[in-house]
């Protein structure tokens, strides 16, 4: 079981990136992939799932609006596009997957990649 995440880097306040989520070794298309972030002396927090029971997202409060997640099946690959990015999204975005449904908590995903990193200036 692999996740590799890619498309991190540093941007400007108010621009966007997509970063990648490409899962191998698993049967993709019945896990739910979810975001997850943890910047310099926080906790982890939940960003974004895609599940596998009818497709359902899920977003925490502090992307809403910004935040799209989307899979594509064909791939083995789940995007997380970032929009209008902020200094508080500066972090170590990480993808993880567990059974077929979204969970805010980190501790119940088996599988986590290495992380990208995004950093935002002001």
């Known amino acids: 079981v692999q996740l590799v995440e890619s498309g991190g880097g540093l941007v400007q306040a108010g621009e966007s990136l997509r970063l990648s989520c490409a899962a191998s070794?698993?049967?993709?298309?019945?896990?739910?992939i979810g975001w997850f972030r943890q910047a310099p002396g926080k906790e982890r927090e939940g960003v974004s799932c895609?599940?596998?029971?009818?497709?359902?997202?899920y977003y925490g409060d502090s992307v809403k609006g910004r935040f799209t997640i989307s899979s594509d099946n064909a791939k083995n690959t789940v995007y997380l596009h970032l929009n209008n990015l902020k200094p508080e999204d500066t972090a170590t975005y990480y993808c993880?997957?567990?059974?077929?449904?979204?969970?805010?908590?980190?501790?119940?995903?088996?599988?986590w990649g290495q992380g990208t990193q995004v950093t935002v200036s002001s």
């Open positions: 993880a997957a567990r059974w077929r449904y979204c969970s805010g908590y980190s501790g119940t995903y088996n599988n």
């Open positions: 070794g698993f049967a993709f298309a019945n896990y739910a």
């Open positions: 895609v599940g596998r029971s009818g497709g359902a997202t």
